[in-house]
């Protein structure tokens, strides 16, 4: 027979303002199985505690029901305290007579039937509680980055501080991601390479990071603590331990005019190349769709005149697996890609603002290529077209952005910034030139954004005008731009001589994908969600696995750094155990009734369902029955109710304790 | 047929909701925790998941006498346990032809998304449900059911009553 204790709570007076305490008391003293019940002003408070705990003792209860406030709020509080009194945490369960009823409800009588109800049925509940062990897990403590931009980069290093290895994994042939594109960066103009190389370097160096290039994810399994990721290492043709970074191959390939995509496609480079100079690792690749050797098997010039012979045309992809304890995921951004639409994008708007179609409208990265001194013009700024210095040009913001009717209705955060510095940096190279820009509005809220933005029109001379554009055509060699000016109320035509269109920042290509393999969630853009909007920005809600950077939503550069700090302190917190704790709130098969259908493996979103086989002494196998594995199920009991036999159960939910409630009513 | 119809105006329906703790459940404490007001009817039962409510819980709570149930989680798409939501909602799709044919009035049962910050939702949702089945009067087909089967005589033996006890 239990011995219930039940303890309600005034909560000063939230909850004795509506709820008659008293007659709660004494209808749930009333109910079969209670030994006691008391109220007091606040439960959560020490001698509230102490209260509870000299009940457990005293009164030898077996469990224990809190009548309070939301268990989200102090279900921990409680259970710890029950804990102390030397009980099983999970016998005990707290009533919810606040949130769900004394704040909702005015009329005391109402209010006072309900909490008694609410009681009750927790109190049937609790009977049917169970001791629940703490379950606990072992913690590899190595981690995966995914993605070596700035948020990679930030995180790996910061976690290969502390002392844990890194394995980090880069799609492209060089770590850096956007951030090595750029020229300078606002608000303090100061120039990316200089301040992005030494990182990139420094990742390359250190002992503990193992860099993965020209790879990708291709398998993701385990759980917390244990995962295993299967990388591809996609064939390089070239030999990374062997080659010395001479870059002579480079000098002397024929195809020499491929569109460079880190130039946004208006420098050129050869087909076995490094992205760009200060490419880290410097080990070039051979892009095998351009490469006159494996389109026609003639040339091979590279493999001659490489002293360490490190070419190797018949390189293979290879699979490596690595066992790490945790995941950061920093895929970055990519831009609206406004002149050709993606297959099976919902987003409406491609082919506007004549974007592919005249050669001087560009967008906000490959002005940054133009403008970055390390860049395909050297730093000048020049039409792509035809070389010509532009004289007019007009930037158009919120190309994408804030356009719900399209698609996009979030605000890219960076464009406003961005575009005040485009104009500034202009202005230092185009003297006599002039700069005008379409906004719907600035924002620039950020420590020196708001005086940043406001040099370029003060200091700089960029003329702002308050509207979007109508219409953009080629006329001779200029482009005619047409729009209103919504301040002052009148039609403005500008004849430029180049367009750069602020597009929005969108996830990576394929960022869906690598969720589904991760098992994270994402958003209706695929941006990466995070387990808490305020309070959990860099967690996934997948045990884990982290968040850092541009992959969870538009950010700029120190607001992605801050994150992948963030990221890696979570990280480290996550090592700093041996093994981890969790609630045992999981899922059990009774192995006698499975019937081994099955059904709750297919259901099951974490693959925590393995197939387990029973054999008799002499191992002969008898049967194939379903096993959950409790380090990996994450507690959602949806195979509980699939189960055709009911041979799955929920610790915590079981059928027992819910139909307790129910009959309780 | 049902006399108590008639004396619907102090009827007070009995409301069950079976919520998930992630989205609607939070939602309900957000409702709590801006003081909004709604009908103290129902009576709430927390899940990890709408995933784990299974569909006996439903018709046991009719059994008990419930006049109205309610089954809310997270939106498509943000279920915490990636897809427990769209398992359910399969599920509940089937269930309620069932239901259907076997004769209850679907509109007694209700299903809808509430998350976390939709306390102003959760409301509304209560209220439109409470309201509707006080409109509609007690849901009498189990309680018919059961009092024909005590009045056969059918269910007196132990056995049977524990049997009929725990669907
Ligand atoms: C035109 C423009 C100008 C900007 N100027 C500034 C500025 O002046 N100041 C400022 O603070 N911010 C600026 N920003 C914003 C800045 O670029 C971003 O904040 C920053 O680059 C975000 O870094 P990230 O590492 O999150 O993403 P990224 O830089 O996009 O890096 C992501 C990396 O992950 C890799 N990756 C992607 N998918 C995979 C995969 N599946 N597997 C493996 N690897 C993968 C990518 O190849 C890439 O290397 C600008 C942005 C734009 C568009
Ligand atoms: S083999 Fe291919 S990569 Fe090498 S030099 Fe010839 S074309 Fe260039
Ligand atoms: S409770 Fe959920 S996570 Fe655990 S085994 Fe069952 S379906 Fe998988």
Redesign the interface.
Known sequence: MSRIGVFICHCGENISRTVDVERVAAHAAALPGVAYATEYKYMCSDPGQTLLKKAIREQRLTHVVVAAC???MHERTFRKAVEAAGLNPYLCEMA?I????S?????RE??T??AC??VG?MVERTKKNRVLPTITVPVTKRSLVIGGGIAGIQAALDIADSGHEVVLVEREPSIGGHMAQLSETFPTLDCSQCIMTPKMVDVANHPKITLYTYSEIELVEGYIGNFQVTVRKRARSVDERTCTGCGVCMTKCPQKKIPNKFDQYIGMRTAIYVPFPQAVPNTPVIDRENCTRFKTGKCGVCQKVCGPGAVDFEQQDTLIVEAVGAIVVATGFDLYSISEKPKGSPIKGYGEFGHGKIPDVIDGMTFERLASASGPTGGKIVRPSDGREPKQIVFIQCIGSRAREKGISYCSKVCCMYTAKHTMLYHHKVHDGQAYVFFMDARTPGKSYDEFWRRSIEEEEAVYIRGMVSRLYQKGDKIVVMGSDIAVGVQVEIEADMVVLATAVQPQQGADLLAQKL?I?Y??YNFYSEAHAKLRPVEC??AGIFLAGACQGPKDIPETVSQASAAAAKVMTLFSKERLEREP?VARVREVGCVGCFACKK?C??GAVEEKEIRDRQGNLLRVVASVNPGVC?????C???CPSKCVE?DG?T?EQ??A???A? | MHPEKTISSDFEP?V?AFVC?WCT??G??L???S????P?NV???????T?????V?IL??FQ???DGVLVSGCHP????????NF??RR?FAAFRKLLEFVGVDLQRLQFSWVSAAEGGKW?EVVTELTEKVRAMGPMMEFKELALEEQWSGAMISPELQDAYRQI
């Not at chain 1, 606040?98 to 009823?101: A, L, M, S, T, V």
């Not at chain 2, 995933?51 to 569909?55: A, H, L, T």
């Not at chain 2, 798409?77 to 427990?84: E, Q, S």
């Open positions: 939301s268990p989200r919810n606040r949130e769900h009823c704040w909702v409800h005015e009329d109402q209010a039937v309900k109800d609410i049925m098992g969630s958003d209706k809600a997948t709130i259901v979103a974490y994450a507690g959602c009991g949806t509980q109710a699939t929920l939910y059928d819910i139909v409630m129910i009959e009513l | 009995k069950i703790t459940y939070a309900a404490d409702a709590g925790t003081r909004m007001q709604y103290s009576r709430v039962l927390k899940f990890p998941c995933g784990r409510i299974d569909p819980f046991k709570a008990q006498g419930a798409g943000d279920c915490h346990y990636i897809a427990g398992h359910a599920r409301v």
